[in-house]
């Protein structure tokens, strides 16, 4: 039927009597009505709600309701090397050095919340919601670690309800990138929920910073997963990339599943757990390296610069000689330069020449460094000026004509140095 003759069978419709159009209407309900009707073939997909699968609970607030788990681990409890005992009882000062904020040199983990989110994509802004919030804190002789869970987005004003009055009973944060990512993603929701918080004033031990410090190039990168693996010695089991928790819980806000959506309570879990060993980890290498025991030659040359950046000689020197010993042939160079400079600004000048007579005598050599120094160290010291010369003009060729700053100091160093040979002869 062309829709010429449909128009025309409507028209007649139109124009008939009234038992023939509420005939005809009567039809097309019954027609409606077996299209909406659901297929009794067609099986109804199954429903696993978050409640069955997770052992939690639903919390009610002014703001509406939220899901939350709890779990507690005791102070023996063992994750990495250290009890959580064992990290209590590590001195804290290290935080404000590691991290150039005063305000941590109070720090104390009795009083620090560690905070980690999961979150409905990683480029931040106002259309990515912390879908959870996991907070790990240390009460009486445990840990605690909670999870707030939005099972729906109009969870969110709930959620962040309680995380405030979480953050409001803790003095310190501590996260793991918080200060770039899950801080201010945190305040701009906050802001969009219209909720007072002070969670971007609040004093926060990022612990990305340390760990690049001490341990980049050490391990691939520095992220959590691979410290935690290398370093902490944990592997995870039954995990999920953190790539893939964006796109579980969006299947899960569409279908109501939770079967996979439940392995990011482990996921995040582990990520406060070893956020707490890491911390202890930082504080315990650098106030203790001995104690610490760090694995390679490149750990120990970056903790002996630190040292040595606050002012700490007596810790830096025995981190660089110790490095010497471990490090890759291709970090050598660069742990001589620091350990004989280290000598130098001790007094320690005999020391100093020793290793950069050695560097002189490397048939690879990276620069000029060993020669510029050795022809101060006969200039000032030895008072032996062409000895002195010799070593500026081999400092010469090696220079690269790109630098002509550092040319032209070695060419007025040479000036000098004749003009003094020139003095002495005159006598």
């Known amino acids: 039927m062309d829709l010429k003759e449909r128009l025309n069978r409507l028209t007649s419709v139109s124009k008939g009597q009234p038992e023939e159009r509420s005939q005809v209407l009567s039809d097309l309900r019954q027609r409606l009505d077996r299209l909406l009707e659901p297929k009794k073939n067609v099986q109804k997909r199954a429903v696993f709600p978050i409640e069955e699968l997770v052992k939690g609970e639903v919390i009610s607030t002014p703001e509406g309701e939220t899901f939350l788990t ?79 869970f939005m099972r729906d987005y109009s969870e969110e004003r709930a959620s962040l309800s309680l995380l405030k009055d979480m953050t409001d009973s803790f003095q310190f944060l501590v996260t793991f990138n918080g200060r770039q990512y899950d801080i201010p993603l945190l305040e701009t929701r906050f802001i969009l929920s219209r909720i007072l918080s002070k969670i971007r004033e609040m004093p926060n031990f990022d612990l990305l910073y340390p760990s690049r410090k001490i341990w980049k190039g050490a391990y691939e990168n520095c992220r959590l997963v691979t410290l935690e693996s290398k370093l902490l010695g944990i592997e995870r089991t039954d995990d999920i990339p953190s790539e893939w928790i964006p796109y579980l819980y969006f299947d899960y806000i569409q279908t109501r599943d939770a079967r996979k959506i439940q392995q990011v309570f482990y996921h995040n879990q582990m990520d406060i757990l070893s956020m707490v060993g890491l911390a202890g980890r930082i504080h315990l290498v650098y106030h203790d390296p001995q104690a610490a025991r760090p694995r390679k030659g490149i750990e120990h040359f970056a903790l002996g610069r630190l040292f040595w950046e606050h002012g700490q000689r007596e810790k830096a020197i025995p981190c660089f000689e110790i490095a010497l010993k471990r490090c890759a042939d291709d970090l050598s160079w660069d742990v001589m330069k620091w350990l004989s400079m280290a000598f130098k600004k001790t007094g320690q000048a005999e020391k100093a020449r020793s290793l950069w007579e050695e560097m002189a005598g490397w048939s690879y050599k990276k620069d000029a460094f060993p020669y510029v120094e050795l022809a101060k160290y006969h200039e000032h010291r030895l008072k032996d000026w062409a000895r002195a010369i010799n070593y500026v003009d081999e400092a010469l060729e090696l220079i690269p004509s790109h630098q002509p700053r550092e040319v032209e100091l070695l060419r007025h160093r040479r000036r000098r140095l004749e003009q003094k040979k020139v003095s002495i002869l005159a006598r």
């Open 70 to 148: 709890k779990e507690d681990f005791p102070s023996h409890f063992r994750y990495g090397e250290m009890t959580l005992t064992d990290i209590l009882d590590i001195p804290t000062y290290p935080a404000h050095l590691l991290s150039k904020d005063e305000r941590l040199k109070e720090l104390d983990f009795k009083k620090a919340l560690f905070l980690d989110t999961e979150t409905t994509g990683l480029a931040g802004g106002t259309g990515t919601f912390a879908f959870m919030v996991g907070l790990g804190f240390f009460r009486e002789d445990q840990f605690s670690i909670y999870q707030f």
